[in-house]
């Protein structure tokens, strides 16, 4: 158990980004809510409007107007889900900090199993996802798959099926605070500053209310930033796929000039063909892999906030998340 808190900062922060999504943040708050007064202690609950285009942040404002332990920061335009959650990172002043979805998908009645083991000194709880019953056929399976391919890419070892639920340590929050990489995928940079982790198991439940903010588009994005951020393997499996190809084509090139020595007239355009679009295709495939990472690297040379902050409710340090610098 960390020192006790001082003056009226909060024990725990509950951090929940939300888009668009008026449906359920009553009963999101509600449930929030109840769960945190059973643990007896101070804590808040930040909302992340993540630049909703629906009656999102009217609704937060109302919540924080009957319930002082409610803040808020309404980011300038939709950043996404993992800069959305930075930003609560960036806000928090607990000593525990939560992250939970604003959908109840994650339920907040686990909330005290994590605080549990946070008491026994783990410093990052995550929720790891035993059923995941309500959601399609094609979710689930693209999530099993993208688990195991991270696991495999990844130096670091990322544990499969664990979302963005979690508790973390505030050392661990401060570590993420000093993270400045614009392609985040937080639940690897948790990973990745290491500390004293566990998992807590739960059932993900279905979306309360609402649609889900993740379409297909958006689901391939967040793989692939998964995974450039946290590999190099696909640039050098481009180098080997070169290797591979440039070693089969002069394999073929001696085959086929003995064949032509022999007087056996090379026939036949439909091979050369066939290798054009093979030999055209991996190319890309290359070129297009390293775009990938040239295209994150131009991003983060830029160096521009990772988001803005449109409005705020009940928070005094409004530039907290903007002030990231870079030490180089
Ligand atoms: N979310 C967000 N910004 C986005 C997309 C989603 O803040 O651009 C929030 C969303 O409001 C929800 C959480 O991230 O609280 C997870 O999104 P969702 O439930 O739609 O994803 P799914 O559970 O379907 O993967
Ligand atoms: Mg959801």
């Known amino acids: 158990m960390p020192a006790a808190v001082k003056g009226s900062a909060p024990l725990y922060s509950v951090i929940v980004p939300a888009y668009n999504e008026q449906e359920v943040l009553g009963v999101c708050h509600a449930e929030l809510r109840g769960v945190m007064d059973a643990t007896g202690k101070p804590y808040e609950i930040i909302f992340v409007d993540d630049g909703s285009t629906d009656r999102t942040p009217e609704i937060i404002a109302t919540l924080a107007r009957h319930d002082r332990r409610v803040r808020a920061i309404g980011l300038s335009r939709n950043f996404g889900h993992q800069v959305a959650i930075t930003a609560g990172l960036d806000f928090a002043r607990g000593q525990a900090v939560i992250v939970i979805d ?12 994590l605080i549990a083991r946070w008491e026994q000194g783990w410093e990052v709880v995550y929720g790891r996802r035993t059923r995941r019953e309500s959601e399609s056929v094609f979710k689930r399976g693209s999530a099993w798959l993208f688990y195991r391919f991270l696991r495999f890419l990844a130096g670091v070892p990322i544990p499969p099926d664990a979302g963005d639920f979690r508790l973390i340590d505030r050392k661990v929050c401060e570590a ?20 004293r982790q566990c998992e807590v198991p739960y059932e993900r439940r279905p979306r309360r209310a609402g649609t889900s903010k993740y379409p297909l588009l958006k689901m391939i994005a967040f793989a692939m930033d998964a995974v450039t951020s946290f590999s190099h393997k696909p640039l050098r499996a481009a180098t080997f796929l070169g290797l591979a190809a440039s070693a089969g084509g002069f394999a073929y090139l001696l085959y086929s ?3 032509y020595a022999a007087g056996l007239a090379v026939e036949g355009w439909t091979s050369l063909v066939a290798l054009l679009i093979i030999f055209n295709g991996i190319l890309f495939l290359v070129i297009g892999i390293m775009g990938e990472y040239l295209g994150r690297i131009y991003d983060e040379v830029k160096a521009r906030p990772l988001y803005i902050v449109g409005r705020t ?7 907290s998340g903007t002030a990231r610098k870079r030490t180089r």
């Open 313 to 319: 409710i009940g928070i005094e340090n409004k530039t």
């Open 257 to 259: 000039i003995i064949r």
């Open 176 to 195: 993420l605070k000093a993270m400045p990489e614009r392609h985040r995928f937080v639940r690897g940079l948790v990973s990745w500053s290491g500390f």
């Open 102 to 113: 604003a959908d109840l998908q994650d339920p907040p009645s686990v909330i005290p199993k």
